[in-house]
């Protein structure tokens, strides 16, 4: 019995140690995996390899700051492969200021290799403030352009908290601090204040599409107005300058740039983070099954691609195409 017994114990020992040097392995293989993907995410050239191509990249969803994305965009305009560049947008827009370090750092790559729009379903409000940075906008007939215009939107759930008998008590240094404020009516001096505010930013607005665009007079009146509009009507408002493709973005590289159109085109991908690497996700699962976590590896896989989604939560002034859902 004794002897079994030591057995046993050794039995035990030896499993747990062979338990953790295989976590161990485990470990060390991801962290090679990450300093080698990070590596390979700070290559200003990932993805083009070493021959002369065209960039291709895309702005999706809604805008919001975003460092990286300035960083990868940075890198781009030094990159000696990318001879030009073609930016795909499909955006309803996003924060004012986001949209707004979108179009600076877009401007940038413009002023160091051409650049073209594309706006396949859409570039409304803060979409259009990035597609303003190309030198050349292409739209197709049915893609929606416009929607110029600042709004500034809040819920208020006073008469709510009437109903329910709750009252928000609050003690602040001015009328005007944290205002508007959604638990209690907004008062006129509240409402002018973010009414200045929404001025500000429109003008702004306004401002960049006159420059940007060549418009004044009573067409800009009528292009600033918050409306959208097709890829045709934008020819007309001089929103837009061609109907078309990618395929007509590069023959206008070709005819007005020079650029070769027989370049290949290549995709650059602004947010290569290392997280969202599949193999890194089998490594993480692979650790957490080792240890004996195999259902949290399991949970984390199914909330992944929740995760992928954009979560729209954004604060401040809006630069954003919102059309009313149907009922």
Do not use: C
Request: proline share 3%; net charge neutral.
């Amino acid at each position: 019995m004794s002897l079994d017994a030591d057995a046993l114990v050794d039995r035990r020992r030896l499993r747990r140690k062979l338990t953790f040097w295989r976590v161990a392995a485990v470990l060390v293989a991801v962290a090679g995996v990450a300093v080698a993907g990070s590596a390979l995410r700070d290559r200003p050239e990932l993805g083009f390899g070493d021959g002369s191509q065209i960039a291709r990249i895309a702005i999706r969803g809604v805008i919001r700051n975003d460092q990286e994305r300035v960083e990868a965009l940075e890198k781009l305009a030094k990159s000696r492969a990318a001879k030009a560049v073609v930016v795909h947008i499909d955006s309803p827009g996003g924060t004012t200021a986001g949209s707004e370090q979108l179009h600076t750092a877009l401007r940038r790559l413009a002023e160091k290799k051409p650049t073209v729009i594309v706006v396949d379903g859409m570039a409304a409000s803060g979409g259009y403030i990035a597609a303003m940075a190309g030198e050349h906008i292409i739209a197709q007939g049915n893609s929606i352009v416009g929607s110029i215009g600042v709004m500034f939107q809040y819920p208020n759930v006073a008469d709510l908290l009437k109903t329910l008998g709750v009252r928000m008590e609050e003690v602040k240094s001015s009328p005007l601090k944290a205002a508007p404020n959604g638990f209690e009516p907004t008062s006129p001096e509240a409402r002018a204040a973010i009414a200045a505010l929404v001025a500000d930013s429109y003008d702004w607005f306004r401002g960049m599409v006159r420059e940007r665009r060549g418009i004044d007079g009573e067409l800009l009146a009528r292009v600033t107005d918050g409306r959208v509009f097709t890829g045709r009507q934008g020819i007309e408002l001089k929103l837009v300058d061609a109907l078309g493709t990618e395929e007509t973005a590069i023959a206008w590289l070709a005819k007005a740039k020079g650029i070769d159109p027989k370049l290949p085109v290549k995709d650059w991908e602004l947010k290569a983070r290392i997280g969202d690497l599949s193999f890194l996700h089998l490594a993480a699962a692979s650790v957490l099954d080792a240890v004996g976590l195999g259902g949290l590896a399991r949970t984390l896989a199914e909330t992944g691609t929740i995760q992928s989604f954009e979560r729209l939560n954004l604060d401040g002034l809006l630069a954003l195409w919102h059309p009313a859902a149907a009922d």
